[in-house]
């Protein structure tokens, strides 16, 4: 096994071969389709060569890692221009939704791809953003840095090594295009207006129609470093595990809204990349789900 940064590196190819299938090949050139090469090699290795990833690390974890280091923390969110615009979000102390029992909801939980064409509205949205991805505390030192955070899902060490992006074809108020969710101001960053974006998503998962017909695609970009700066090896591990946590908060937090939720793992890395903007190396789309409102309501 390999150490330091080189082991961040090895298992980063690990993540990307277990969760894609394939390594990615860069940016297409403009007006190009988006087409992956295969992982080179990885057909060739044995189920217990893959399986390492998911075991993670015989070696010693703590002791080698930027963080012991005294490398600097990486931050918790993405910068942004100061000049974008920004849409102001539901505070979560004025959520009237979501007062649905949680034994209801997991009792509920479903796969759903059928979606009415209900929008949803700036408050539905802001709570299914605040559920999955919200910060609940901030502890700072006294010149205002951050020590710590908490958010609404778990993470290990509270590093939440994930970006939010939002496809946003119906939601009340707000122009269809991408945006990013932004945690710490409670905040939507517009990065473009795009009624295309639907047509888009559907060619990137593959035909999977019910992605476009869908009122809102999450998209979770992963940013390993920021777990890999203090779990060295089992780093990757830990983002694979910690992206569950934030769908299924989604998949709760819809039900209680009589909303519906599907999960996606089928999509071309390289295009979903591409459509988002990201480099494929340094942040990379890891999960994606379709959500919107559904014609069935639970029962109560």
Avoid at 196 to 207: I, N, P
Wanted: aromatic letters at 8%; hydrophobic letters at 40%.
């Amino acid at each position: 096994m390999a150490s330091g940064d080189s082991c961040a590196k090895t298992m980063r190819f690990c993540l990307q071969c277990v969760c894609a299938g394939f390594m990615l090949a860069g940016l297409p050139a403009a007006g190009t389709q988006p087409v992956a090469d295969p992982v080179r090699g990885v057909e060739a290795m044995s189920v217990e060569q893959r399986r390492v990833f998911l075991r993670g690390t015989q070696s010693d974890w703590r002791q080698d890692t930027d963080d012991k280091r005294g490398r600097e923390v990486p931050p918790i969110q993405k910068p942004y221009p100061p000049d974008a615009k920004r849409i102001e979000l539901v505070k979560p102390e004025k959520f009237t939704v979501g007062g649905m029992r949680v034994i209801d909801a997991i009792r509920d939980r479903r796969s759903r791809r059928d979606y009415s064409g209900e929008a949803f509205s700036l408050e539905e949205l802001s709570y299914l953003l605040w559920a999955t991805q919200g910060i609940s505390r901030i502890d700072r030192d006294e010149s205002g840095k951050i020590l710590a955070q908490f958010r609404t899902v778990p993470s290990g060490g509270a590093r939440h090594p994930f970006e939010t992006y939002l496809v946003i074809n119906r939601v009340v108020g707000v122009v269809p295009g991408l945006y990013r969710y932004l945690p710490l101001e409670h905040q939507l960053l517009m990065i473009r207006e795009d009624n295309g974006l639907a047509k888009r998503v559907t060619e990137s998962c593959y035909g999977q129609g019910f992605t476009g017909n869908s009122a809102v695609v999450f998209v979770w970009s992963a940013i390993p470093y920021r777990t890999e700066w203090h779990y060295g090896c089992i780093a990757q591990k830990l983002v694979a595990v910690d992206v569950g946590h934030v769908c299924q908060n989604l998949y709760l937090a819809a039900e209680s809204i009589h909303g519906g939720v599907c999960a996606v793992l089928g999509y071309n890395q390289v295009g979903m990349d591409a459509l988002i903007g990201l480099d494929g190396k340094d942040e990379f789309v890891i999960y994606l789900a379709a959500a919107g409102k559904i014609n069935e309501v639970p029962h109560p």
